[in-house]
Structure formats: C-alpha cells, structure tokens
C-alpha cells in the first residue's frame, strides 16, 4: 500500500482528481488530492499575497501534519514547481516524485523563466487585462493548452475552474538540498501537447537524462480529464 498526494495545476484544484483518485484507491493505495491555497474550495482564500511559497506551505504541512512518509508525490503542469521544492523542504517524507506533464524547478528560476515566450506572455496579458494585474482567469478547456474535447467536460471543468494567482508563476524556486538528488522521479510526457510548448521542450531534454524515467502518454494535457484510466494505469507503474 501507498499514498498518494495529487497536486493540480492552474485553475484546477483536488476536484480534478474525480476519476482518477477512485481508480489508485480500488488497487489498495491511499490518496491524498491537494487543492492550494486560492483554488477551487478555497478560493475564498486567493489574495496577491498568495505565492509559490503558500503551496509549497500547503503540501508540507499535509505531508507533516498527517505524517506522511513514503508518499508517492504528483504535480501536474504548474504544480511541478510545488512538488519540486516540496522534495527539497522534506526529503525524508518522499518515495517518488511524479512530474505529470508539467514544469520542472530549477534553483532560483520561476516558470515565466521556464516557460515558453508566447504562453507567457499570453497569461501576463489575461491578468493585466481581465485580472486586475494579479490573477489569472482560467483558461477554455478546449484550449491547445487543457485540449479537452468532450462537450460534457468542457463544462464540467468551466464550473470548476477558478483564478490562478500569477505571482506563484512570477515566484522563484528554492531548492538546494543535497538529499532531494537521491529522491527517484519520473516525467509523464502527454503527446498531445503543442510541439512548441514549454512540456514538449522538458520532455525532450529529460528523455535523454539517464536519472529520470520517462514514459510517454498519449494524451492532452489535461490527462486526468480526458484519459484516467491511462493515468492511473502508468501512476501504478511507479510503484514495480
């Protein structure tokens, strides 16, 4: 038995997880779906105050609180940045880290570092424009972005979705901790991505770093929408 902790990316929150949490639970294993500070059910809580640091907080304190260890620990897209430097805040606590499609930390470096120019820019101009200059509204879902198609989806994930804080994306990581480099972690790339997007320019480099696993799936971004059982199936697969 495992346990699992789900991180979402932006707009997203555990609601994300509906279909994929049921599946990890019928194998036997514990799940833990996050929703960060600001988001979903507690968008209550987004102010231009909340940062990187407030989700890296939200997971640590979960990973504490309930004592967690050996857990199994996913970020998808924007979350990527979070589970990274949660990795380094508590080494001991962390079997796995999962990077599901999504941004991976470098010390010092925000995802608008990482990220390719023209998303980027696109998101800096949703919140100067529709955002008051400090959040994000959530993006279509049938955007090349979340490339979900099923019309049910579609409004399923616009009744859910909620504001993003930009400055967790403005926010560097910190890492440093020698201890996170002997931590195992896998990159799921979804293929259904824009080959000139910020995932498709990780997974090209990390698929030829021999520290990572790499497993390809094929599907859009928003993978836990539009194909669960192809995640669950590849997130049992970290654990043989």
């Given at each position: 038995?495992a346990?699992?902790?789900l991180?979402?990316?932006?707009?997203f929150?555990?609601w994300c997880?509906?279909?994929?949490?049921?599946?990890?639970?019928?194998?036997?294993?514990?799940v833990?779906?996050?929703?960060?500070?600001?988001?979903?059910?507690?968008?209550?809580?987004?102010?231009?105050?909340?940062?990187?640091?407030?989700?890296?907080?939200?997971?640590?304190?979960?990973?504490?609180?309930?004592?967690?260890?050996d857990?199994?620990?996913?970020g998808?897209?924007y979350?990527?940045m979070v589970?990274g430097?949660v990795?380094h805040?508590?080494?001991?606590r962390?079997?796995?880290?999962?990077?599901?499609?999504?941004?991976v930390?470098?010390h010092?470096?925000?995802?608008?570092?990482?990220?390719?120019?023209?998303?980027?820019?696109?998101l800096?101009?949703?919140?100067?424009?529709?955002?008051?200059?400090w959040?994000i509204?959530?993006?279509?879902p049938?955007?090349?972005?979340?490339?979900?198609?099923?019309?049910?989806?579609v409004?399923?994930?616009?009744?859910?979705?909620?504001?993003?804080?930009?400055?967790t994306?403005?926010?560097?990581?910190?890492?440093g901790?020698?201890?996170?480099?002997?931590i195992?972690?896998?990159?799921?790339?979804c293929t259904?991505?824009?080959?000139?997007?910020?995932?498709?320019?990780?997974?090209?480099?990390?698929?030829?770093?021999?520290?990572w696993?790499?497993v390809?799936?094929?599907?859009?971004?928003?993978v836990?929408?539009?194909a669960p059982?192809?995640?669950?199936?590849?997130?049992?697969?970290?654990l043989?």
């Amino acid at each position: 038995m495992a346990d699992f902790v789900l991180t979402a990316g932006a707009f997203f929150g555990a609601w994300c997880w509906e279909r994929v949490a049921p599946q990890i639970r019928s194998c036997g294993h514990v799940v833990y779906p996050v929703t960060f500070t600001g988001m979903a059910e507690r968008s209550h809580l987004l102010t231009r105050d909340v940062g990187l640091k407030t989700h890296v907080d939200d997971v640590v304190n979960l990973l504490e609180f309930d004592d967690l260890k050996d857990v199994i620990l996913v970020g998808h897209s924007y979350a990527g940045m979070v589970v990274g430097c949660v990795s380094h805040r508590v080494p001991d606590r962390i079997a796995h880290v999962v990077y599901l499609d999504a941004f991976v930390p470098e010390h010092g470096k925000s995802i608008f570092d990482l990220q390719a120019k023209r998303f980027r820019e696109m998101l800096q101009e949703r919140a100067r424009v529709e955002g008051e200059g400090w959040k994000i509204p959530p993006l279509d879902p049938r955007s090349e972005s979340l490339g979900i198609t099923d019309s049910d989806d579609v409004e399923w994930v616009r009744s859910k979705q909620t504001d993003h804080p930009l400055r967790t994306l403005s926010d560097p990581a910190e890492l440093g901790n020698a201890d996170a480099s002997a931590i195992p972690k896998t990159y799921m790339f979804c293929t259904e991505n824009p080959p000139d997007g910020s995932f498709a320019r990780i997974a090209r480099r990390i698929k030829e770093t021999a520290d990572w696993r790499y497993v390809e799936l094929a599907a859009p971004h928003a993978v836990m929408i539009s194909a669960p059982e192809t995640l669950t199936k590849n997130l049992m697969g970290v654990l043989e």
